[in-house]
């Protein structure tokens, strides 16, 4: 049985939804996951089955093959992490797995626990697979969803087994960091660092990164500290080998850093430093970086990980997919301008809007343009994704992520609906109040007996008055029950009654609406830039936009011209008749000149200067005037002399972009009405027949 990792992406929501797929892929070793599973079994995992796995109690886990997966950090309380993996059968028979956790392998805990019973009982309750069994026909997937809860704050880790029924089996250690509130944590996952090889003596080498992340909701500053560096060049006779170009930084929170270091080696072999990168206010984490210096004819790319452009596997919410998840640009010219194509199709059933965050980290912002950075899509629609590489003034290598939002727009009206309802409640309870009073209640005992008293004529002044007392009781003297209740407005006259239980539910309702969860597609962008004078390949190909040079040029000040002495002069002629003596005696040359004429035009020729030769108009001299007096001269033979447009050199210059751009927008058209079934290229070509001429069309 033959089981492989093929795709990785992460769920929405987590933390692992900003990061790149090749930061996700190293987190899980899927490339020694799949190592591990291409090998070829011992005879001893050949002979156990999944139901048959047992281990000795003193060691727990006997299988040499070991992986880490990674979930990376996230403060405390936080959505856990899910990613999902898929899991493909390349074999010729069907293959059944299955994931051990340590309760399935009848382990004691304080066995593979060591000392930390309580920890690595949490631990069990923290880490999830689903499914952990299953069987893949061959040519299948199947989908796993690793998921980590972060419950409790630290480092959680547990070992489970892998095991393909008469198969491989692999260890993999789960592991888990969860930072407190308001903490910075450097996320390492890897100790060391591999970079791409160098011709020794190269006069340019490329500049090369280290990307530095922060886990935590704090920002992160860092120091690299270069005593080892300072070593290696004192070994090697004060020839710089490697040097960080940038040792201090800051990382915002969940960001990365691009820490630059430039490699130059001077023999061909493999050079290894331990470099230590202090954390302001916290731990120094030592990363030991390896470099391998090539002859010229080995200068090619070293392929690391093998990671797959294409998406295996298209998750429930996913709102869009792209065409390739990863451009190469190659090898390109310093000041060239690289285009390349992707598509994005909208695979929901409603229209989205799609957004492209290409500041991921300040080096891509610079690099790195998009067209278009925005835009929305219909259900089943795709549209055209021109991503660019900008000319670069130094040789690199680049590995950058770009990541496109997507929103879908019948939530986000949602929202704003809900949003705008959330607003009017809070400003109609800024300008509201409630009134309260007694409520009157009646009495048990009410005397009416001077209710119908009157008064008659036969009562005197001396006849004894009734007690004095009201006839009914008043509202002042009833006793105080349950308050009444009054909802006000400045706008109104008059209050309106409410009831308390209404008010409270009402107050219960004013929290602000949830916002979108907006999905995240990611864009893996790499090349090497090389310096345009070592560039082997053919700069024909390439756009260069004199322009920037040109400008450059003639801003630089020319210093002021010096008197050359003697020796110089001497030195200047010899090397000057030299070369011309050796272009004419060198028999290549001749035949260039030769050929010249016959050479076709490059497919960019506008970068070239072509001046238009203009007339000059001939001035005559004040001082050989003729005797011929000026009134002599009839008023038609006069002629002014008009200047003519003075020729300028940066007009192609000038023209050239826009040339470009006009070239390159056609193309696009065309591929975007291709796209759209607007246009078929492969079609056969049409004769469009005119209508006969009328018998009474008469020729003028």
């Known amino acids: 049985p033959q089981l492989s990792f093929i795709d990785i992406r992460s769920v929405v929501p ?28 011992d005879p001893a995992e050949l002979r156990q089955l999944m139901e048959t796995r047992s281990n000795d109690r003193l060691k727990p886990f006997s299988t040499k093959a070991l992986a880490v ?46 000392d930390q019973v309580e920890d690595a009982s949490r631990a069990q309750e923290s880490f999830d697979i689903k499914p952990r069994e299953g069987t893949i026909k061959p040519g299948e997937t199947l989908s796993l969803v690793f998921s980590y809860r972060h419950e409790c704050e630290g480092l959680e880790e547990l070992p489970i087994l892998l095991k393909l029924s008469r198969g491989r089996e692999v260890m993999l250690q789960l592991r888990g960091v969860t930072v ?136 429930d919410n996913q709102l869009a997919v792209l065409s390739n998840e990863a451009i190469d ?50 259900p089943g629609s795709s549209t055209m994704i021109q991503v660019s590489l900008l000319p670069s003034s130094y040789p690199a290598i680049f590995d950058l992520d770009v990541i496109c939002e997507l929103t879908d727009n019948s939530k986000e009206a949602e929202y704003v609906e809900a949003m705008a309802r959330y607003e009017h409640d809070l400003e109609e309870k800024r300008i509201t109040f409630t009134l309260t009073e007694p409520k009157p209640s009646s009495p048990k005992h009410i005397d009416k007996s001077m209710d119908n008293w009157v008064a008659s004529e036969s009562l005197n ?20 029950t349950s308050p009444r209740e009054y909802y006000c407005t400045k706008s109104g006259k008059h209050g309106t009654r409410r009831a308390g239980k209404k008010n409270a539910a009402e107050k219960k309702e004013l929290e602000p609406p949830q916002p979108t969860q907006p999905f995240y597609i990611h864009l893996r962008v790499t090349g090497q830039v090389s310096d345009i004078k ?61 050929n010249l004429s016959k050479e076709p035009i490059p497919y960019f020729a506008q970068i070239t200067r072509t001046e238009t030769p203009y007339l000059a108009t ?71 027949a005119l209508p006969p001429r009328s018998p009474h069309h008469v020729n003028i």
């Open 329 to 378: 640009f190659g090898v390109v010219p310093t000041f060239s301008v690289s285009k390349k194509i992707v598509f994005i199709t909208n695979t929901s059933r409603e229209h989205i809007t799609f957004r492209w965050n290409i500041n991921t980290t300040p080096l891509s912002g610079e690099v790195i343009s998009v067209s278009p950075s925005s835009g929305t899509l219909a």
């Open 180 to 315: 407190s509130p308001g903490v910075a944590y450097p996320q390492i996952a890897h100790n060391n660092h591999t970079l791409q090889p160098v011709v020794i003596g190269s006069d340019c080498p490329p500049i090369q990164y280290y990307e530095l992340y922060n886990g935590g909701d704090s920002p992160m500053g860092y120091e690299v500290l270069d005593e080892a560096l300072s070593q290696l060049t004192e070994e090697n006779y004060g020839c710089v080998i490697m040097k960080c170009l940038q040792p201090t930084g800051r990382v915002q929170p969940h960001s990365i850093a691009q820490i630059p270091f430039l490699f130059s080696p001077l023999e061909a072999k493999t050079y290894a430093v331990e470099v230590p990168i202090l954390i302001v206010g916290g731990k120094t984490h030592n990363i030991t970086i390896f470099g391998e210096g090539v002859t010229p004819g080995q200068q090619n790319l070293k392929k690391g990980s093998v990671i797959p452009d294409k998406q295996a596997l298209l998750l």
């Open 69 to 114: 997966v990674d979930f990376g950090s996230n403060t405390v309380g936080k959505d856990p992490s899910k990613v999902v993996v898929v899991m493909k059968n390349t074999g010729k028979v069907a293959s059944s797995f299955r994931f051990l956790f340590p309760p399935d392998l009848c382990l004691d805990m304080a066995t593979w626990a060591e």
């Open 618 to 688: 001939i001035e005559e001299d004040p001082t050989q005037e003729d005797n011929v007096d000026e009134k002599d001269v009839p008023p038609s033979e006069e002629k002014t002399a008009e200047p003519q447009p003075a020729s300028s050199s940066s007009t192609d210059v000038k023209l050239a972009p826009l040339i470009t751009e006009v070239l390159g927008e056609t193309l696009a058209n065309i591929i975007q009405e291709t796209v759209q079934k607007e246009l078929v290229l492969t079609a056969r070509s049409r004769t469009i």
């Open 534 to 594: 070592l560039f082997s390949g053919d700069l024909g190909s390439f756009d260069v936009p004199t322009a920037g040079i040109l400008q450059n040029d003639t801003e630089v000040k020319t210093d002021v011209p010096r008197t050359a002495t003697s020796d110089e002069v001497n030195v200047i002629s010899n090397v000057l008749s030299f070369v011309l003596k050796s272009l004419l005696d060198d028999v290549d040359v001749h035949t260039a000149i030769k």
């Open 461 to 480: 002044k001396y006849h004894t008055l009734p007690p004095i007392r009201a006839l009914a009781p008043s509202p002042l003297d009833r006793p105080l």
């Open 14 to 41: 987590g933390i692992l939804c900003n990061a790149s797929k090749k930061r996700i892929w190293d987190l899980f070793s899927l490339d020694l996951l799949n190592k591990h599973l291409g090998e070829t079994p």
